[in-house]
């Protein structure tokens, strides 16, 4: 095959015409006020919450740290349910708070919690449950949710990959106690780093203000520092970016719905080549494009390796799990979920993004056929 001209990646940072960015940090040299919750922090802040539904948003510097400080801010002991086939984010968030992870498994047909295996899991220990709507699949938020609520267990959804979705036309962010978003530059919507936590202070009071004073050193005054904080403050050139991207999200998800049709469309009909599903109720963001391949008709990792040698890199979202990475293989047995270990070595994500041509579609689509 001749060398690629224009290699293809998983994904491809979403940008706005560069004159409307730059209209926006132009005045940035006027007021010199970069950082610290500035206006263009205080304007995403308020769209943010129009366009998630939600009443109450704070802004981070990136999604981990969101996730983190979350998790923190809700002061919980003891362990943790959630599931390993995700972004190692998740466990970390977790484990650097002092907490347990404990993983559940996960449905084969969508990658996220299976609620028919979490009440096993839980234990007088157990605190809280951080779900992932991976790939911007879709929790079975309601079953969760009822399990947690017998067992007074908090639910922070890990919802990283579902930025502006809605389940049965509400919010995504409107589930469980608080949900964590990246804006990070290779999801559907960037602020080129950044994050958030979307929730609702009237059913979590006091959660705003804990998460102000965490992402910002815990200074409550001029001259006081009442809490052990962070630095995880979202600055002004993110916020801006932010703001102008938020403009373009929509059209951005229609070139995405474009791509994915087409790929569904060329692959549903190949033996061996599984679409994962999405809810019925949920208007779907595109983020990714995952299949998974039978081992029976396809080597997962040698189509892999053949795509990257002629300059296509899919990824393998999410290969390893978390359970088996070096830094959790003594404490975390990848065995305990074994519908997650067989899907980590069937998944491929594939190039989705909105301006990838048909003709690009179609070649991936040739290397299952
Ligand atoms: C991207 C991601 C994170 C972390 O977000 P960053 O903005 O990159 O820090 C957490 N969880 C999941 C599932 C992710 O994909």
Same mark, same amino acid.
């Not at 290779?186 to 080129?192: E, S, V």
């Given at each position: 095959m001749s060398e690629r001209k224009e290699k293809i990646f998983v994904t491809r940072a979403s940008l706005p015409p560069f004159e409307e960015y730059e209209a926006l940090i132009r005045r940035l040299w006027d007021t010199h006020f970069i950082t610290n919750m500035g206006p263009y922090h205080k304007e995403l802040r308020e769209k943010l919450k129009a366009k998630l539904g939600v009443p109450d948003i704070e802004l981070f510097v990136n999604g981990h740290m969101a996730l983190e400080l979350l998790i923190q801010a809700f002061s919980l002991k003891g362990e943790v349910i959630t599931t390993p086939f995700t972004f190692v984010s998740t466990t970390h968030a977790i484990v650097r708070n002092g907490l347990k992870p404990v993983m559940c498994d996960v449905k084969e047909s969508d990658g996220t919690l299976d609620p028919e295996k979490l009440e096993a899991l839980i234990t007088k220990d157990t605190c809280a449950i951080v779900p992932v709507h991976v790939y911007g699949n879709v929790c079975d938020n309601e079953r969760i949710e009822k399990i947690a609520k017998k067992h007074g267990l908090k639910v922070i959804y890990? #919802? #990283?990959? #579902?930025?502006g979705e809605t389940v049965d036309g509400k919010g995504v962010a409107t589930l469980g106690d608080a949900s964590m978003f990246s804006f990070h530059a *290779?999801? #559907?919507?960037? *602020?080129?780093e950044g994050g958030a936590v979307a929730f609702d202070e009237g059913r979590t009071p006091g959660l705003a203000d804990r998460l102000y004073k965490l992402k910002n050193f815990g200074i409550t005054g001029k001259e006081s520092i009442e809490f052990v904080g962070a630095n995880a403050k979202m600055n002004e050139f993110a916020a801006a970016m932010g703001l102008v991207n938020l403009n373009h999200f929509e059209e951005w998800i229609a070139g995405r719905k474009r791509v994915y049709e087409r790929y569904v469309r060329n692959l549903s009909t190949v033996k061996g080549v599984r679409v994962l599903e999405h809810r019925s109720d949920v208007t779907y963001n595109y983020a990714y494009m995952p299949i998974a391949l039978d081992s029976e008709c396809f080597d997962r990792d040698e189509i892999y390796e053949r795509m990257v040698a002629d300059g296509i890199t899919p990824r393998k979202y999410f290969y390893p799990l978390t359970n088996d990475c070096e830094c959790y293989r003594d404490v975390l047995d990848v065995n305990d979920t074994p519908v997650a270990l067989k899907l980590s070595h069937e998944v491929l994500t594939l190039p989705i993004y909105p301006e990838l041509k048909d003709e690009v579609i179609d070649e991936i689509c040739d290397y299952f056929s």
């Open positions: 890990d #919802a #990283a990959h #579902a930025f *290779t999801k #559907a919507y960037n *602020t080129i």
